[in-house]
Structure formats: C-alpha cells, structure tokens
C-alpha cells in the first residue's frame, strides 16, 4: 500500500466516475466501498467523503474533504 495525499481532478457529481492525477486520467470500474468520516485532521475540524474505487490501473482511495478532492492511497 503507498500512502498519498495528493489533490486530484474528479468527475462524477456524486459518485467518482473518473479521476485525473499527475497529468494520467483514471477511469473509475466499480465503487468497492464508500464511507464518511468525521474528525480533527491538522488542527481542523472536517468532514470527509471516501471512496475505495477499482480502476485500469488497481484499487485506489479517494477523498473529498474541505480542500476538495484527494487521491489518499493505492493499495497493491
């Protein structure tokens, strides 16, 4: 697993149909999972929206938080 926090480009209103990161768009197969949290992440209060999405290129975690969306990790 390869932890990130890197910002993304989504499309989907309110699901993750596709993402682009680091210049390469990844097309979303299936939602494996979705989840909310919420908590205290760096001093602040926020509320997250997860997805566990299977694209092309293997299972990714995405995140849409305060500061919009997230690529969060890539699982192996």
């Given at each position: ?12 209103l309110t699901t993750p149909t596709a ?36 694209t092309q290129r293997g299972v990714m ?15 192996d």
């Amino acid at each position: 697993m390869h932890l990130l926090m890197e910002p993304i480009d989504v499309a989907g209103l309110t699901t993750p149909t596709a993402f682009c990161w680091k210049g390469f768009l990844y097309e979303v197969d299936c939602v494996l999972e979705s989840w909310t949290a919420r908590g205290e992440w760096w001093g602040k209060e926020e509320r997250r929206e997860y997805f566990m999405l299977l694209t092309q290129r293997g299972v990714m975690e995405i995140f849409k938080g305060n500061e919009g969306w997230v690529l969060s990790r890539i699982v192996d």
